[in-house]
Every structure is written in structure tokens, then in C-alpha cells.
Nanobody, 115 residues
Framework: QVQLVESGGGLVQAGGSLRLSCAAFGNIFGDNSMGWYRQAPGKQRELLAAVTSGGGTNYADSVKGRFTISRDNVKNTVYLQMNSLKPEDTAVYYC?????????WGQGTQVTVSS
């Protein structure tokens, strides 16, 4: 079993920055993908960014150029640096790890961007 522990959410003014962290505890050795999703009230959960164990990344168009995903394979931790935040970025942000046939989720962390 793998547990994901997120941190770094909070309240920030528009134009500000936040950095989210997600540490994975358990066996995710080998090929895996770590990513971040978000879900705003009344909306579907959407993929923001993902990074593979080989370092390949992909981003949603809505965050490209503003958010940067990175990972530390020694610490099994994935980060999301969020810059130039907008009120529409307000949502619960979830960490995700895909390993073998498993799909793991963090508990979610609230990000609120005030105008």
C-alpha cells in the first residue's frame, strides 16, 4: 500500500506563488508517474501536470508557463511550483501516483487565490 502526504496549500493573493509537495510512502520502485490534479466546486477533476520516473513532463494548457512540476526520486516526492496564480486556480489540489496497475491519491490540499 502506498500513502501520499500533501502539503503547501493555502491562501494567496492573485499574482502570488505557492509550492505544493507530495511525499509517497511505500513501494513505487521502477516506472511510475507522479502528478497533480485539481477539482473546483461543481467541476470535474482535471489533470494539471505529470512527471514520469524518467523525467518526462506534460502540462495542461491552463497552467503551461505558470506551473512547474518536478520530482525527487530519492525522497519519492513530487512538487508543483505555482506562479502567477489567478482566482480561477482556486480548487482542491490532489497528488496522484500511478505505479504498475495501481492509481494512488493524496487527501487533497486547498488552494485559494483571492482577487
Amino acid at each position: 500500500q502506498v500513502q501520499l502526504v500533501e502539503s503547501g496549500g493555502g491562501l494567496v493573493q492573485a499574482g502570488g506563488s505557492l509550492r505544493l509537495s507530495c511525499a509517497a510512502f511505500g513501494n513505487i520502485f521502477g516506472d511510475n508517474s507522479m502528478g497533480w490534479y485539481r477539482q473546483a466546486p461543481g467541476k470535474q477533476r482535471e489533470l494539471l501536470a505529470a512527471v514520469t520516473s524518467g523525467g518526462g513532463t506534460n502540462y495542461a494548457d491552463s497552467v503551461k508557463g505558470r506551473f512547474t512540476i518536478s520530482r525527487d526520486n530519492v525522497k519519492n516526492t513530487v512538487y508543483l511550483q505555482m506562479n502567477s496564480l489567478k482566482p480561477e486556480d482556486t480548487a482542491v489540489y490532489y497528488c496522484n501516483v500511478r505505479h504498475l496497475w495501481h492509481n494512488y491519491w493524496g487527501q487533497g490540499t486547498q488552494v485559494t487565490v483571492s482577487s
